[in-house]
């Protein structure tokens, strides 16, 4: 699987869109972009996933760049419950008796 | 969506002895899971992947006598954290994978994780 490059950490207000970039340089045709996000002291829940084009879900908008290379997660209207450790983890789409492997993401922290 | 549950959500447990973890698939047949560990303020680290029916296998540095995972059935897979000392405290969280749901869906399933603290 490609490697990605998150920032260590963020800072967003609430009520305001947090956008979290992630770099994936080396990535291949066929690798998916997913997020995932951990709550303290939680499992982690996923979020949203896409290839090429950008996506949007009722938590999250992913937009892709052209060349795949990056990509940001957008929360359109973060609240105090969007602070989390965010991951990016970039992987072939049918893999599924594989594991994913997470970085160490980004640390969101929403702030009244 | 899938759901997936851990038993018991904490422990505390005397140096020496052992400790089970239960991972659950609620509403759908996990034919892998997956057994993570986290310690504090680090990423989550793969320990090792279980099929049902089979062995599981494990991630280099993790010793499979130490940490026996047992995949008996289709919706349950156990932990066991043999003669635990204190540097075994950590989260442990398992995922599960349904070959069905992943290719419409997300691939991984997490549990809310079990909070080990060994005395």
């Known amino acids: 699987d490609a490697k990605t490059t998150q920032p260590t950490s963020m800072d967003c207000a609430e009520g305001r869109a947090a956008n979290l970039p992630c770099n994936h340089s080396t990535i291949s045709g066929n690798e998916y972009v997913y997020w995932y996000r951990q709550i303290h002291s939680q499992g982690p829940q996923y979020i949203i996933h896409?290839?090429?084009n950008n996506e949007t879900n009722e938590m999250a908008s992913l937009i892709i760049t052209e060349d795949r290379k990056s990509s940001t997660l957008i929360l359109p209207h973060a609240t105090l419950r969007d602070t989390a450790v965010y991951y990016c983890i970039v992987r072939v789409r049918d893999q599924a008796g594989t594991a994913l492997i997470f970085g160490k993401g980004t640390t969101l922290s929403v702030s009244s | 969506g899938a759901v997936v549950s851990q038993h018991p959500s904490w422990v505390i447990c005397k140096s020496g002895t052992s400790v089970k973890i239960e991972c659950r698939s609620l509403?759908?047949?996990?034919?892998?899971m997956f057994w993570y560990r986290q310690f504090p303020k680090q990423s989550l680290m793969l320990m090792a992947t279980s099929n049902e029916g089979s062995k599981a296998t494990y991630e280099q540095g993790v010793e499979k006598d130490k940490f026996l995972i047992n995949h008996a059935s289709l919706t349950l897979s156990t932990l066991t954290v043999t003669s635990a000392h204190p540097e075994d405290s950590s989260f442990y969280i398992c995922s599960a994978n349904d070959r069905v749901l992943s290719l419409n869906y997300n691939e991984q399933f997490f549990g809310p994780g079990t909070r080990l603290t060994v005395l």
């Open positions: 509403d759908f047949q996990a034919t892998t």
């Open positions: 896409g290839l090429k």
